[in-house]
């Protein structure tokens, strides 16, 4: 089992920066991937970015440049810093952790509103 508490989200206005935190307790060990989603209202749940146990990284293409992943070396902890910020980015941002095999351990954090004002 692992548990996911986020924090930092919040009201900013466009172009400002934002940064989300995820700390991560439990079965530590068997932890491959974090990462952040986010859900829009009306919309699907998608990848924002995501950081493996080896630091290989992904981002959705609508964030590149503008969004950095990172994580505590123990993976206690995943961070997602995110500048530029566009009205667009407003969702609920959710922190992930997988653990393999993969897209059948999946673990959630409760949801942190951001919310960027044009």
């Known amino acids: 089992q692992v548990q996911l508490v986020e924090s930092g989200g919040g009201l900013v206005q466009a172009g400002g920066s934002l940064r989300l935190s995820c700390a991560v307790s439990g079965n530590l060990f068997r932890i491959y991937v974090m990462g952040w989603y986010r859900q829009a209202p009306g919309e699907g749940r998608e990848l924002v970015a995501s950081i493996t146990r080896s630091d290989s990284t992904n981002y959705a293409d609508s964030v590149k440049g503008r969004f950095t992943i990172s994580r505590d070396v123990g993976m206690t902890g995943v961070y997602l810093q995110m500048n530029s910020l566009k009205p667009e980015d407003t969702a609920v941002y959710y922190c992930?952790?997988?653990?393999?095999?993969?897209?059948?351990?999946?673990?959630w954090g409760q949801g942190t509103q951001v919310t960027v004002s044009s």
């Open positions: 992930h952790v997988g653990i393999p095999p993969l897209g059948q351990n999946d673990y």
